[in-house]
């Protein structure tokens, strides 16, 4: 990845503390000169919000993160107890590969709905299928209330023992736009237009899941690697629109598949609607799996596509803007 980055960009490797619109500046947290800009591209991220992960529970937030998980993972006895926290796409994927990894744990699952909730019926029974069949304990309909290295205890008062408890619930974006008086939405993403340009700093362009676009054409959109690929690329478009006097174009992204890895050997595959309703067609087991595997790698092999052509990613369009259904 740095090999491909230094190639078509001056690496600065340090924490942006704030953006002085006004000036176009933007400060960092080491203390190191500000930076001037002519244009500006905001694509913090999204992260586990620190003040909702309890305290007790590990957070999954990058590899030294996960790194400290493997560890405590490797330390525990057998039969000893994994609480997973959070029944969405990430708690399924982080259940799967511990349950597989360290077969003589017992791995439990424990979400606020229904897990896998947001897949079709059938998509649903499938992975719930694989889950018990690697021996995932599932608990659905329980918040979690607070947990400590032992055990967690939910809002009914259960008290279930853990030996390590990882979190998996709730994601949120840096205050760094909030705190730097540019304009946010009340989850702190920077809003921008339908071209992905600040309207009140129009130097400012703003992709990935730090971002709030507009419903008209993002709507259907959720916090993925799915949308935020085409909302960098539509980025730069707008950016080589925006220097070359042009007009931006409105994005227009939407999904294809949604891939889910169960353990390294399993997977399952949904195909959407652009706008991101489950379709009748699935792919499960091992060739899923390789599918997902596949994927995750092409990621990196569009980025140096653009390098060697730019304009070469593509994506799939999104639906028609609402206004024009
Ligand atoms: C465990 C896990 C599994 C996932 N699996 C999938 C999946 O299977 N499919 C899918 O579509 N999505 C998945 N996602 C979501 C996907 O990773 C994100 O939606 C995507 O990475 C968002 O891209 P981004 O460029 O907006 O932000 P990021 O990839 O988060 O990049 C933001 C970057 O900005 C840096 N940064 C933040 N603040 C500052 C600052 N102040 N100064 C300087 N740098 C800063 C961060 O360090 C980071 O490098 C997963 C996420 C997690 C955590």
Known sequence: ???????????????????????????????????DYDILLYSVGSTQASDRIPVGAFALRDAASAS????????????????????????IELSAEVAERYPQ????????????????GSGRHAVRKRLSAMGVEMVENTDVQRCDIWSVTTSGGDTLPSDCTIWAAGFGTPALAR???????????????ESLSCSQYPEIFGAGDAVRVPDSVA?????????????????????????AKQTPDALSAGYALRCISLGRRSGFIQAVTADDRPRPLVVRGRLA??????????????????LRRSGSYKWPKGPLPTEAR
């Open 1 to 35: 990845m740095w090999s491909v980055l230094n190639q078509c960009a001056d690496v600065v490797e340090d924490e942006a503390s704030r953006i002085d619109a006004e000036n176009r500046k933007v400060y960092f947290a080491s203390g190191r000169a500000p930076i």
């Open 68 to 91: 400290r998980i493997q560890a405590r993972l490797s330390q525990l006895d057998k039969g000893a107890a994994v609480s997973i926290i959070g029944g969405g796409l990430t708690g």
């Open 105 to 120: 744990l017992q791995v439990r699952l424990v979400s606020r709905g229904v897990i896998a909730d947001s897949l079709s």
């Open 179 to 193: 705190e730097s008086g540019l304009p946010t939405d009340a989850e702190g993403r920077l809003m921008v237009d």
């Open 219 to 243: 709507g259907h959109l959720r916090m993925s690697c799915a949308a935020a690929l085409p909302l960098g690329a539509h980025a730069a478009d707008s950016i080589i629109a925006r220097l």
């Open 289 to 306: 799996g390789l599918a997902k595997e596949q994927i995750c790698r092409m990621t990196l092999s569009w980025l140096k596509g653009e």
